[in-house]
């Protein structure tokens, strides 16, 4: 199937989400390889995102946060005030959390400003997936609850006004399990943990569950649109990555779309 850079929604921006080692990247990888959305124009990471990289990934990060800094600065109060209610693990845990979401949000601006024409976004680790990290690296008891609503907001406000995708990406708990253990290069924090692993995964799954509830009920007031993507096979068929570009808003009319797609 081709589809022509002019049936595409030019300025949407579409960001993968899902528990760790679900696949997020391999499928997102896979999308960007295919002729028609190489032909899109399509923008996507602007450095890799395996540990491998890691250090040559620190200049451009730093350059990023250092050119978003006067769009945090206008809302330094509310983002403070955020930070304060939040019942972090430890400083150390909030300090990596929040800079990984300043650099997600300016990654974005700066893709979204990179051309004038409107090419899509896509990304295998956005805001939403930023979020995660922040309710990860915290504690929160009932006395004082992960501001997950709050964070939000304020994320959404700091996105660039684009129409909004949520690729959520799902797979069998085995399937999971098994892309975890043969992970080479840790990427999420999930990875590193080497002590209570189990009850990290049980965290994980249940911040996943909550976080995608919020989405959809965001979805249900017409502020973005979730698409659930199940990859349990080994393999992904070019049927089923053409499908899936047709599903998020690439190769049709977004207007003749339904609210909610799942592929």
Same mark, same amino acid.
């Given at each position: 199937?081709?589809?022509?850079?002019?049936?595409?929604?030019?300025?949407?921006?579409?960001?993968?989400?899902?528990?760790?080692?679900?696949?997020?990247?391999?499928?997102?990888?896979?999308?960007?390889?295919?002729?028609?959305?190489?032909?899109?124009?399509?923008?996507?990471?602007?450095?890799?995102?395996?540990?491998?990289?890691?250090?040559?990934?620190?200049? #451009?990060?730093?350059? +990023?946060?250092?050119?978003?800094?006067?769009?945090? &600065?206008? @809302? $330094? *109060?509310?983002?403070? %005030?955020?930070?304060?209610?939040?019942?972090?693990?430890?400083?150390?845990?909030?300090?990596?959390?929040?800079?990984?979401?300043?650099?997600?949000?300016?990654?974005?601006?700066?893709?979204?400003?990179?051309?004038?024409?409107?090419?899509?976004?896509?990304?295998?680790?956005?805001?939403?997936?930023?979020?995660?990290?922040?309710?990860?690296?915290?504690?929160?008891?009932?006395?004082?609850?992960?501001?997950?609503?709050?964070?939000?907001?304020?994320?959404?406000?700091?996105?660039?006004?684009?129409?909004?995708?949520?690729?959520?990406?799902?797979?069998?708990?085995?399937?999971? #399990?098994?892309?975890? +253990?043969?992970?080479?290069?840790?990427?999420?924090? &999930?990875? @590193? $943990? *080497?002590?209570?692993? %189990?009850?990290?995964?049980?965290?994980?799954?249940?911040?996943?569950?909550?976080?995608?509830?919020?989405?959809?009920?965001?979805?249900?007031?017409?502020?973005?649109?979730?698409?659930?993507?199940?990859?349990?096979?080994?393999?992904?068929?070019?049927?089923?990555?053409?499908?899936?570009?047709?599903?998020?808003?690439?190769?049709?009319?977004?207007?003749?779309?339904?609210?909610?797609?799942?592929?």
């Amino acid at each position: 199937m081709t589809v022509a850079k002019s049936m595409l929604e030019t300025d949407i921006y579409i960001e993968a989400f899902g528990r760790p080692a679900v696949g997020k990247s391999y499928v997102t990888e896979r999308l960007v390889k295919l002729p028609e959305v190489r032909r899109a124009g399509v923008l996507t990471e602007l450095f890799p995102v395996t540990k491998g990289h890691r250090l040559s990934r620190v200049p #451009r990060k730093l350059w +990023l946060i250092l050119r978003y800094l006067p769009t945090l &600065l206008m @809302r $330094r *109060r509310r983002i403070a %005030a955020l930070v304060r209610s939040t019942p972090w693990m430890s400083a150390p845990a909030a300090g990596r959390a929040l800079l990984n979401w300043v650099q997600l949000l300016a990654m974005v601006q700066h893709l979204h400003h990179l051309h004038r024409q409107g090419e899509p976004i896509l990304l295998c680790q956005g805001v939403f997936q930023a979020l995660w990290s922040l309710w990860f690296r915290a504690e929160p008891t009932v006395d004082r609850p992960f501001p997950l609503q709050e964070w939000i907001t304020l994320s959404l406000a700091l996105l660039p006004p684009r129409p909004i995708v949520v690729l959520h990406v799902v797979a069998a708990p085995a399937a999971i #399990r098994q892309r975890q +253990l043969d992970r080479v290069h840790g990427q999420s924090v &999930l990875d @590193r $943990r *080497r002590h209570g692993f %189990a009850s990290a995964q049980h965290c994980s799954a249940r911040i996943t569950e909550e976080i995608l509830t919020a989405l959809l009920s965001l979805e249900s007031e017409g502020q973005l649109r979730v698409v659930t993507f199940d990859n349990t096979a080994e393999e992904l068929t070019h049927e089923r990555l053409t499908s899936l570009v047709q599903v998020v808003g690439l190769g049709r009319d977004p207007s003749a779309a339904s609210p909610r797609g799942c592929v």
